[in-house]
């Protein structure tokens, strides 16, 4: 097979995730759309592999290791976004501002445990 | 057929990294079967490990060694963990980090400010200082990205530890993102790498890079996109907006082993990644990190000024410090001699060592008085120096090292070692970037070291902090190690001179 079509798909899955990251103001919707920037990054490391073939098989190696960062990376994303929902039972981006430079200039009362506002 | 690769370890090379990761183990088992509020056990078990670990660093000195080698008949021997000089200064100033981060953490985790749990704390802080320490001696580009993601993923924890605070969560939903986020764009950029010269050990890959007919658009892609990753850990503009917000949302202690454990394995990546993956693009690399970098001082300084918290000051400040430590980088372009190279690299490890421990004085002493006076505004520290005289004069080093000012000479001599390496290498505009900048830098430290000074406010008596033992242990390492620093910069000045890069 060509090389051109896993990078072409995996350049479209990229880009597709990094519209989502930009697009997207719900924090899992933004999880979700790292992960398919992650899937995009898999695919061209696998297809490079088997194009060099690689006697070492680093790009088979680092897509195992990719695969298991993005799991980390979506079970602490998801306590995090679990953390904050509870707090403000809100998962939307833009309601986050609690640590705004300006806000908190204006304030002037840094009390760590008062709950915050939505703006 | 491909052939076994058979691999020994040599574990006394590995033993700094896998000795915290022990020990991250059982502090978190062990705080498990102890009885409950016994915290300072586990800080203890913290520090013995990390202790160790330093031993194994000193083991090790004055010694190259490497494993985790692999040879194909096609090329010479590769190897993925290498410990050299750099490596073993950057692991010894993450562990003395580390050290210090445990000892201040004391009071948050057991006694009666007990704000933290004990044994997740202490795992976490372990756990990315154990990726620190890899990714100090990480010799290819899969170890280095895992390593990076062990520095990061245990942070994003910490900075949301604290329970029912919705700041801190905030704080860690903010940096998390914009962490996974890099981290992704960084793997597109590993893979285009990989893709561009078939290997992901650094040694071949600067090898296929600098054999000419493999630089195309598709590896200088992928080295621009790798560095983005690094330049997140940093904190370096575009990639800055995280640092203010997870160093202020977080405790104190968190933003302590950030700005130090945390950038210094940034540093230490990018130090790695440039100087031994990609030197045949310098020039492609090089102006790129000298633009980043004077923009990170700039913007790191001038938003520093405005500030009325501590801990965002000290936040902006490190942006800024962030971009003095990549100022020698940026030096690197086809012209530069391997010599001027050595140096700028020298200039590099010597700055984050002079930086980590006058930092962590300052932070320290932040975070003894935050407990005291929670809103953490700069007139807390109005008089510190007629109430609490020895804290204070920690904090006023620091801040003046950090300032670049006797008596803190250590941060003196980091500027000018870091200015000397830059017009060694021919970069003047860069030199005198990092000299107006520390101009500016000067009205915050002085207005906040002359706040100490001044007699308190009216009708308010003056507290005494009584600062715990711990705490004042961990303040004094850290200025211990500054002041020693200020008398013998050598120790930490010209290590990586005799490593002379070759830029293509």
Redesign the interface.
Known sequence: MRLAFPLAVSALLFSLGVFGVLARRNAVLVLMSVELMLNGVTINLVAFDAWWSDALHGGQVLTLFVITIAAAEVGLGLAIVLLVFRNRATSDLNDLGLLDERAEATEGNGDVTEPGVAR | M??A?AQGVDWLTVAPPLVLAATALAALLGDLWLPARAGSAVTAVAVAGTLAALGAVGLLWDEARATFC?S?P?GPQSCSYVVDPITLVFQAVVLVGTLVVLLLAQQELAGTGRVLPAGETVFLVLCSATGALVLAAAR???TV??AL?VVS?PA??LV?L?R???????????F??VS??S???M??G???V??AT????LDRVAAALASGESRTAVATAGVVLTLVGLAFKVGAVPFHFWV??AY??GPVVVAAFLSVVSKAAGVVGLVVVVSQGFPAYADVWGPAVAVISVATMTLGNVAALRQ??AV?LLAWSSVAHSGYMLAPLGVASSGVTGEAFGQALSAVVAYVCIYAVVNLAAFGVVAVVTRHR????FDDYRGLAYSEPASAAALGFGLLALAGLPPGVAGLWAKVVVIDSAVAGGAGWIALAVAVNTVIALAYYLRWTALLFASPAEGEAPVSYEVPAASGLAVGVALGAGVVLSVLPQLVVGLADASAVTLG
Do not use: I, K, N
């Open positions: 491909t052939p690769v692999v194909t096609a290819d580009l899969a990205v895992v993601e993923l994003f924890a949301g604290r029912r605070d919705p700041r801190g969560a905030e704080a860690a939903l903010t998390f993102l996974v986020v981290v992704a764009v793997l597109y590993v893979a285009l990989y893709g078939g290997s992901l050990h203010p917000d202020s949302g009325r918290r965002r929670p809103s953490g505004l």
